[in-house]
């Protein structure tokens, strides 16, 4: 990890060897489309150079538009930007995985991805139906993939030369060990939420010992309130060092050695939340000892999104 005051500028080393990825990225799961685009545009202006999307957010167009036009707009070539998309829970089976790649590819308007994730490590019944449930509103989950053949179809990817690097999301280190070790191309990046009421310590030392960065989503809490951004000891620090809530969780999630996102929906937001700098030791370690403990999102135990209204 690259070292300044200044963690606006922070980049990691992925495991591929060829590229960086920006520490500090911008998430879409935006619900409106036009949110979606005037909040990456603004993201875009604000110095964000690092996109997270997904297959599931049904936005990746909207993305691939805000970013096509923000680019032009700003002279903004196509390796200065970062962008990753995941495959959904109904595209696990290996003949699904390359066209759901290139499904995401053609709305997101780019000929390469820099990192394809796997969503979640929860294969639902194969289709188009992104949420499959039976008539009793329960999941249909599909038993007849595991993880390593979705992943057996990731790498593939890789060798095609289209997608630069891949990894996984929603999972705990219990199911990524035996996708590490048996891997042919090893996972680059692993997603999971993390915060100072999540801080998944034990996942983030198996990836800094193995070169995996850990990507923290929902450092803010998702907004949820009360919440992190209402906690005492991140306001007590934000009024002491004249920060925001805000730029004190995502400095805290950078200099802890995770890459994050968040998502800034208006452009003042999207300043305020870019414009990081590197927190003192002690408010550090008063966060690494605040004592809460709060999953906000269950997508790690069933694979449904928490955060996504089902329609
Ligand atoms: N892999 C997965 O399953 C998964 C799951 C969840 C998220 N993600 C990814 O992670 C990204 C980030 O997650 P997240 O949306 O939970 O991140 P977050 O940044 O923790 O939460 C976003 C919410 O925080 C509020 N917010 C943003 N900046 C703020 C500020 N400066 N002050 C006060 N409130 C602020 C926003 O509220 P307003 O709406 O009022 O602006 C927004 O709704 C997502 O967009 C997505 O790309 C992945």
């Keep these: 990890m690259t070292k300044s005051s200044d963690l606006r500028l922070t980049r990691m080393q992925l495991n591929n060897g060829s590229s960086q990825i920006p520490a500090l990225g911008f998430g879409t799961l935006i619900p409106d489309a036009g949110v979606t685009k005037t909040a990456t545009r603004d993201a875009l202006e604000a110095g964000f150079r690092h996109f997270d999307c997904a297959e599931r957010y049904r936005n990746e167009r909207e993305v691939g538009e805000a970013l096509r036009a923000g680019r032009a707009a700003g002279g903004i070539g196509r390796e200065e930007i970062f962008v990753t998309t995941k495959l959904w829970n109904s595209n696990h089976r ?3 995985v390359e066209p759901a790649f290139e499904a995401s590819l053609d709305r997101l308007g780019l000929d390469y991805l820099d990192l394809y994730l796997i969503h979640t490590p929860f294969a639902f019944q194969p289709g188009d139906e992104q949420d499959p449930r039976d008539q009793n509103g329960n999941v249909l989950y599909d038993h007849g993939v595991t993880l390593l053949d979705t992943w057996r179809a990731m790498e ?11 990894g996984l999301s929603d999972i705990g280190l219990n199911e990524v060990l035996p996708v ?4 042919r191309i090893k996972p680059a990046v692993v997603q999971v939420e993390a915060h100072p009421y999540l801080p998944e310590t034990e996942l983030l030392e198996f990836c800094k010992e193995k070169g995996v960065v850990l990507l923290a989503f929902a450092p803010l809490g998702h907004g949820m309130k009360p919440g992190l951004l209402e906690d005492p000891v991140i306001s007590a620090i934000a009024a002491r060092i004249g920060k925001t809530p805000a730029q004190v969780l995502l400095a805290w999630a950078v200099q802890r050695g995770t890459a994050v996102l968040t998502t800034p929906r208006t452009a003042a937001r999207a300043k305020e939340n870019f414009n990081i700098s590197a927190l003192p030791d002690d408010a550090l370690n008063e966060i690494n000892r605040i004592q809460t403990r709060q999953r906000l999102n269950e997508v790690v135990k069933t694979g449904v999104p928490g955060f996504i209204a089902r329609t």
């Excluded at 593939?156 to 891949?166: E, F, N, P, Q, T």
């Excluded at 590490?180 to 891997?183: D, H, T």
Aim: proline share 6%; net charge neutral.
């Design 94 to 96: 290996p003949e699904r």
């Design 156 to 166: 593939s990817l890789v060798d095609h030369g289209r997608c630069r690097a891949i």
């Design 180 to 183: 590490y070790e048996s891997a």
